[in-house]
């Protein structure tokens, strides 16, 4: 708010107010950049993770398609990258979607075969948004590496969730969104080790050192920085807690639902996801249900989605058609507690007999 | 995104079960979305005396079944033969585009449960 109040000045206007709101954007960058274990120069701000995803994929392709216009992901992507890359193959880029296992982790032998020496980016999410499961993003740079490629990891789900930087996943970009740790929707930005090689989507007044003009939303930018200190200093002892409710909540789910299904049970995952099927139901009704019981979910179910299509990311990792269509989304976060899983895990059984046909 | 109607067939959704023994049963189902739908139906004369419903489906699609149960009770079987998605989806107040496929699958269940009925008469 005091944003709004009394910080109004434009960060690029060259009087007191604009030096004074320049200051707080490059300290929320500061933030940012500490929490990824990176200098701050390399980290640019625009509207979320779907901008983040376009500029990269679009602004490197575009950079590269001399040097090759071969793209690698995987199936399993949000759709801000799918789509890009959907894209992209109609302005003639060739894409490779890379399959996964049945726990939802990228083949690496697939990628392995998959790269040639035209492949210019390799881009595959740390942790993907509908089962929580993360990817062996260091492994994957490093075979991409190998053939010249660059790396690109969507890392809106992970980034401020779970302890992890640049270094370690060995990536040259990297995406992130605010309202995933709590700042507020609409505010992003992403990672580039050599910003200079990226296309900008947005021309204009070059703001973030041109590569993303536009007047900078210092509020919400703020915001992100406020965000990240304190996902910063609570880092481990949320995903010990959130662990702790993950698997209060499944192991619930599993001892009083017969035919329940947890995806990635056995995968490296986030602690705030937890994605259950149940064999024979539809999920838009259980969440219709569950709504009306105070508890909001999410399903990738067919029947809730505009194309009637079922989660392409459950499709990718071959869940059995019995229990595709009655796929939910549980996520837990800061306001969860031990009491709102033990109310779902009352009426969750009862929703699911209800809603089954047998 | 649904209607006052959908909701209340939702919530609280009409002649669901099975009749046992039935006149007429059928089972069909809409491979795009997975959503199944069983109607059976007791028989009086030439007219439906009685309708019970089950599916696995989205809430639009519990919806349809519970009111076209309730559409279909006192029904002649000539009526029935007749009986169209509109019909439904008007009953229920219209459908979101995307659930049409709710009032498609209410349709073809009573088209293969007259369908039976007739089978087992000739039969």
Request: hydrophobic share 35%; proline share 18%; net charge positive.
């Given at each position: 708010m005091a944003c709004y109040e009394n910080d109004f000045g434009n960060p690029s206007s060259v009087h007191r107010y604009g030096r004074r709101t320049r200051v707080q954007i490059d300290e929320a960058r500061d933030t940012v950049a500490a929490l990824l274990g990176?200098?701050?120069?390399s980290i640019f701000f625009c509207s979320g993770g779907t901008e983040a995803n376009n500029t990269i994929i679009k602004g490197l392709a575009k950079i590269c398609k001399d040097r090759g216009r071969h793209l690698i992901t995987s199936s399993t992507e949000h759709p801000a990258v799918l789509d890009t890359c959907a894209y992209l193959a109609r302005q003639g880029f060739e894409v490779t979607y890379l399959p996964v296992n049945e726990a939802g982790v990228v083949d690496l032998q697939a990628l392995e075969e998959a790269l040639t020496d035209a492949t210019a980016l390799v881009s595959i999410m740390h942790a993907n948004n509908e089962t929580g499961v993360i990817q062996p993003i260091a492994d994957i740079a490093r075979l991409a590496h190998q053939r010249g490629a660059l790396v690109h990891t969507d890392a809106v789900q992970s980034f401020g969730k779970i302890p992890f930087n640049v270094d370690e996943l060995e990536v040259d970009l990297l995406s992130f969104s605010g309202h995933k740790l709590y700042?507020?929707?609409?505010i992003g930005g992403w990672y580039a080790r050599?910003?200079?090689a990226l296309q900008p989507l947005l021309h204009g007044g070059h703001q973030e050192r041109g590569l993303r003009s536009g007047t900078e939303n210092v509020a919400s930018i703020v915001a992100l920085g406020k965000a990240c200190e304190v996902a910063a200093r609570d880092m481990h002892a949320e995903w010990e807690r959130l662990q702790h409710l993950q698997q209060r909540l499944e192991h619930g789910i599993l001892e009083s639902i017969p035919n329940a299904r947890i995806q990635s049970a056995e995968a490296s995952r986030l602690p705030s996801t937890t994605n259950v099927a149940f064999a024979g139901v539809e999920g838009e009704t259980l969440l219709m249900s569950l709504d009306l019981q105070g508890v909001a979910i999410s399903t990738g179910s067919a029947c809730s989605s505009g194309s009637l299509e079922p989660s392409h990311v459950l499709k990718a990792m071959a869940v059995p058609e019995t229990h595709l269509y009655g796929a939910l989304r549980l996520s837990t976060g800061r306001s969860t507690t031990p009491d709102d899983i033990d109310y779902v895990l009352e009426c969750l059984p009862d929703m699911v007999k209800h809603a089954s046909m047998a | 995104m649904y209607s006052e109607i959908v909701q209340d067939h939702f919530e609280h959704p009409r002649n669901v079960g099975v009749l046992a023994p039935a006149d007429a049963e059928a089972e069909v189902m809409n491979p795009a979305c997975g959503d199944i739908m069983r109607l059976y139906l007791k028989i009086d004369g030439d007219r439906i005396v009685e309708a019970k419903f089950q599916t696995q489906g989205c809430p639009a699609a519990i919806a349809a079944g519970s009111m076209s149960t309730e559409m279909l009770v006192d029904m002649s079987l000539e009526e029935a033969a007749g009986f169209k998605r509109d019909a439904v989806d008007a009953a229920l107040g219209g459908l979101p585009p995307q659930k049409g496929h709710s009032a498609v699958l209410v349709e073809d269940a009573v088209k293969a449960a007259i369908a039976n009925y007739r089978k087992r008469q000739s039969g």
């Open positions: 990176v200098s701050a120069a700042a507020p929707k609409g050599t910003p200079t | -």
